[in-house]
């Protein structure tokens, strides 16, 4: 399926070599199946839901949301 113009079944996303974060709302429906994609399809990605969230995490549930960026960002420091 493709969302706002992005087709998440495409195939470049292997060829990403880079530490990736995707983030998805245990109640966004409509990226549940497209996160479960790029994170299988992105070699290097983590994929995390972040309970209780819809669409609009940072709003949505702020200090799970910064919690994760941290913990991604302090994950990969290193890495880069």
């Known amino acids: 399926r493709v969302t706002f113009g992005y087709d998440p079944e495409r ?3 292997h060829e990403i ?3 990736a974060l995707i983030l998805v709302g245990e109640h ?3 990226f ?3 996160s ?3 994170a299988a399809k992105l070699p290097r990605a983590i994929r995390v839901e972040i309970p209780g969230a819809g669409h609009v995490l940072n709003l ?3 200090e799970a949301f910064v919690r ?3 913990r991604f960002v302090r ?6």
């Open 11 to 13: 195939p470049v996303l």
């Open 17 to 19: 070599d880079l530490p």
């Open 28 to 30: 966004d429906a409509n």
């Open 32 to 34: 549940q199946r497209a």
């Open 36 to 38: 479960h994609v790029m």
């Open 60 to 62: 949505d549930q702020p």
């Open 68 to 70: 994760e960026v941290e």
């Open 75 to 80: 994950s990969t420091s290193d890495a880069l």
